[in-house]
């Protein structure tokens, strides 16, 4: 029990590196020395410190650590990247044991690191919250064993299942979701690496696609214009994200715009796997999609989808366009006020 504990802690401060980790894993380590942790640390930014260089620099006292166990999300690394292998470090200070929650399924890891701590007569506990453990590194275990990005599909219905009225109303925007629900999706792309929209968003509602409403770095924006419809001066080009727009053909008389990239793909047959080809040459560990229903419903109907959102708002439309159509493994649900948010898994 006192190892499930430790690594509850370890999952708890490795939140912390979601989001700026990437496209690492965000890691959470925790040293323990007779029951009393004395050191702490999670994944820095992309090219810092990993998470076990970080604990250990934490630790005052290190001749302790030759007799303390640390704790970690996931397999330590055992191959030299922007920096070297945290297996070495913890097999430097002779740490007594070490207690891992899941193996890195990595082939430059894979296993390498564990049989480095016990070729140096480390004790070595494996499994400890395993499940657990892979949810939060579900990001990095798709980019790993799927070889594309993870895909959140995200979108808000009434309780009669439509994403927008028949008709919109320019002077009056009609929200689905109250105020709560819209910040939590600020604080939901923030975790996430890109946010993706189809044209007909971007043409009905000009949207910014950052996290203005909570903290962290906003998501490279990926924006489907097959014939580069959207107009210069909406706000997904003004240059702020690093942008990338999708289209089917590149017009000769386009001008170059800052920290915005041009992709071709057909557009005929099997749209989500090319868009996921892109994002993976563009080395995306995830991505949001937010609509509209057609482009989410493309991402369905190939079933290259991991999580869905859906949030139900408090209100009906009667008549309109319909959410899209997705058989998912019900997982949670969330109240928030009087909106109702349900997270299904593509098991």
């Not at 506990?125 to 395993?130: I, M, N, R, S």
């Not at 999706?185 to 996290?211: F, Q």
Request: proline share 3%; hydrophobic share 35%; charged share 25%.
């Amino acid at each position: 029990m006192k190892h499930e504990i430790y690594i509850k802690r370890c999952l708890q401060i490795a939140k912390n590196g979601l989001g700026s980790a990437r496209p690492n894993p965000s890691v959470g380590a925790v040293i323990v020395y007779k029951n009393k942790i004395i050191g702490e640390g999670f994944t820095s930014s992309y090219g810092g410190n990993h998470a076990e260089v970080n604990a250990v620099n934490s630790v005052i006292n290190k001749t302790l650590l030759k007799e303390a166990t640390i704790y970690v999300t996931l397999e330590p690394c055992a191959h030299f990247g922007k920096t070297p292998p945290c297996a070495d470090l913890l097999v430097k200070h002779k740490f007594k044991r070490v207690v891992i929650g899941c193996v890195d399924t990595n082939s430059l890891v894979a296993g390498k690191g564990i049989e480095r701590l016990k070729n140096a007569n480390i004790d070595v506990v494996v499994g400890v919250l395993e499940d657990e453990c892979k949810e939060h590194h579900k990001r990095f275990f798709t980019v790993q064993n799927n070889k594309r990005p993870f895909i959140v599909l995200k979108w808000a219905e009434t309780k009669d299942g439509f994403v927008a009225p028949e008709s919109k109303n320019e002077q009056k925007p009609v929200f689905i979701s109250n105020k709560y629900s819209q910040q939590l999706v600020h604080k939901l792309r923030s975790k996430e690496h890109a946010i993706l929209v189809g044209t007909n968003t971007v043409l009905a509602d000009n949207p910014k696609l950052n996290v203005r409403s909570w903290f962290g770095e906003n998501p490279i924006r990926i924006v489907l214009d097959s014939s580069l419809r959207i107009a210069n001066n909406a706000n997904i080009l003004d240059g702020s994200v690093k942008t990338i727009v999708i289209t089917k053909e590149r017009k000769e008389n386009l001008k170059p715009r800052e920290n915005v990239i041009f992709e071709e793909i057909s557009f005929s047959k099997n749209v989500a796997q090319q868009i996921c080809k892109v994002l993976q040459k563009h080395n995306l560990q995830s991505v949001i999609v937010e609509g509209g229903t057609q482009t989410l419903q493309t991402f369905v109907d190939e079933n290259l989808w991991d999580e869905a959102l859906v949030f139900i708002g408090d209100n009906n439309f009667e008549k309109g366009v319909k959410a899209p159509v997705f058989n998912g493994k019900f997982s949670s649900e969330e109240y928030i006020k009087n909106d109702v948010l349900k997270i299904y898994k593509n098991d």
